[in-house]
């Protein structure tokens, strides 16, 4: 059994995730291990004193992950969309599938949908993500819809202020908003977003002040967003390192974890942001959200051929030739070399491929492992009916899985 941790204020050093590690001869051993997490964020420093006790049978040493268990069950499940555009398709057919994808996973009971900003890639049309939030909100009716998200430093915090207003002002109660930090493409697009590169990190500042924008004071503001105030539109922190674990905890926020393609600080990430959790007028405790890759289909064999098309897109993308999703393949091996399928293959290892039963057996370890208070799921199939069937098949599990969670 892990304890709960207790923060104490104390110097600056860098984060890191504690390992116990126990050596027991024979039986059962009870350990206890006490250390201290130091860190600092931006000027505020933190200690994360652990008391662990662990009951280790069996005669071998074990290496625990310290990670506080005493947290709720996942409460929902949505969905995670990049509009993708197959090859033989065009942008037209994205967008048109999206919406079509977000009528079924509102059938389906997705709680939200979340669209992502991308930027000069051949594959994805979600460029413009607040127009394509937009264009999937009017077609949906109950499903919230946003974000996932906007990359603000490509933004002025008013203008995403002012997008996202009129959102929740059209669709009130529906709309979501993610913030990353990355610019979302290669730096030269990214200059030609921004025209000017500015010095030194100002996301946590810009989110602060687009949060502002939203409240119900700033109408009394010199600068206001116009619509956006007293629309009070969730935001999110989104991230793939530990940097926005630490940015939304101490903002008191809800933190989304990209771990569908970056899945090697998801633990880390997750304990920092739960222990070092400050309650705010927006969140009293935190509200981990964990994204995880899908491909679900009637059969084994028929899921990793549809798979296949994201690991190729990836494989391309990964080796500087972004594309239009591929059709799948029956032989990956024959498309991408062995080094660069292992490298794919472990950045999307947060995901689940099969027919039912293994979908459920792979997410249900997922879910047992990290606790997420919610589950996002992904996955870009060529086929636009096999993507929504694939869709159909994972809510049905995770359907399951949340009835058994309560």
């Known amino acids: 059994m892990l304890i709960d941790a207790t923060p104490l204020q104390h110097k600056r050093t860098r984060n890191k995730v504690a390992l116990l590690r126990l050596a027991s001869a024979r039986g059962a051993v009870t350990g206890s291990y006490d250390r201290r997490l130091r860190y600092s964020i931006w000027g505020a420093k933190y200690t994360y004193r652990r008391a662990i006790f662990v009951d280790v049978k069996g005669g071998q040493d074990h290496n625990i992950l310290a990670i506080i268990i005493n947290r709720c069950k996942m409460q929902k499940y949505s969905l995670l969309d990049l509009s993708p ?58 499903i919230r819809v946003g974000a996932g998200g906007i990359m603000l430093p490509n933004h002025a915090p008013l203008v995403i202020a002012e997008q996202f207003g009129t959102l929740a002002t059209l669709y009130p109660g529906r709309i979501d908003l993610g913030l990353g930090r990355a610019p979302g493409t290669d730096m030269a697009t990214a200059r030609a977003l921004r025209r000017h590169m500015a010095n030194g990190d100002s996301f946590p500042q810009d989110v602060q002040e687009l949060m502002a924008y939203f409240s119900d004071a700033s109408d009394r503001k010199p600068v206001m967003a116009i619509p956006g105030v007293g629309t009070n539109v969730p935001v999110w922190i989104l991230g793939s390192s530990l940097y926005g674990a630490e940015l939304a905890a101490l903002l008191g926020l809800p933190y989304a974890f990209a771990s569908h393609f970056a899945p090697a600080m998801l633990a880390e990430a997750l304990y920092i942001y739960r222990n070092s959790f400050v309650p705010s007028e927006t969140l009293a405790k935190p509200y981990a959200l964990i994204c995880a890759g899908v491909c679900a ?14 690991l190729l897109a990836f494989a391309r993308l990964r080796t500087g030739n ?70 159909e098949i994972t809510s049905d599990v995770l359907k399951e899985l949340s009835v058994a969670a309560h």
């Open 297 to 310: 289909a009637d059969t084994d064999e028929e899921a990793h051929y549809l798979r296949s098309s994201q």
């Open 85 to 142: 555009i197959p090859e033989g398709g065009t942008p037209a057919d994205a967008l048109a599938n999206s919406a079509s994808l977000a009528l079924a996973a509102e059938k389906f009971g997705y709680h939200r949908y979340w669209l992502a900003e991308h930027h000069n890639m051949p594959g994805i049309a979600s460029a413009a993500t607040s127009v394509v939030i937009g264009h999937v909100a009017a077609a949906t009716k109950t």
């Open 322 to 391: 972004p594309s239009k999703l591929p059709y799948p393949v029956e032989d990956v091996l024959s498309e991408i070399p062995p080094h660069v399928l292992s490298q794919v293959e472990s950045a999307m290892s947060c995901s689940a491929t099969g027919a039912r039963d293994n979908i459920k057996k792979q997410l249900k370890a997922l879910i047992d492992q990290h606790k997420p208070d919610e589950l996002m799921v992904t996955g870009m199939i060529h086929n636009h009916k096999a993507r929504v069937r694939s869709f």
